[in-house]
């Protein structure tokens, strides 16, 4: 689903992918998968989506698209650090206490969840 939002009179604002049960924001309007690709924005006048390729919206849309990635990545550096560690390449010594502070940390919640 996208949260697709205007400023009235058709020009677009924002349009970010959104979950089951997330809450639009003030002004934004839910648009299926099936009907919205990004650089479509959303017609005020019809309700209809129209193509509009424009540079900034763009780069908008493939911001909401990096940032609905970031979840992942922390999971994915624990695994990087932890095969490094593994085969010699690097030792816990060699990072910060911050971090390996934060890295046990994550290790103590993710065993507490069953991870």
């Known amino acids: 689903m996208w949260a697709i939002k205007s400023n009235g009179i058709g020009n677009p604002v ?6 089951v049960g997330w809450d639009l924001d003030t002004g ?4 299926d998968d099936d009907a919205y690709e ?4 959303l017609d005020n006048d019809d309700v209809t ?3 509009r390729r424009n540079g900034e919206l763009v780069k908008q849309e493939k911001l ?3 940032a609905a990635t970031d979840h992942g990545i922390p999971k994915v550096v624990e695994d ?6 593994t085969k010699g390449v690097i030792s816990m010594s060699d990072l910060s206490v911050e971090a390996i502070d934060k890295i046990n940390n994550r290790k103590t ?6 991870e």
């Open 80 to 85: 990087l650090i932890e095969a490094l560690i």
């Open 28 to 31: 934004e309007t839910l648009v």
């Open 38 to 41: 990004p650089g479509m924005i």
């Open 64 to 66: 909401a698209e990096l």
């Open 14 to 19: 924002s349009a970010r992918r959104i979950g």
């Open 49 to 51: 989506l129209r193509h």
């Open 109 to 114: 919640l993710r065993s507490q969840i069953g």
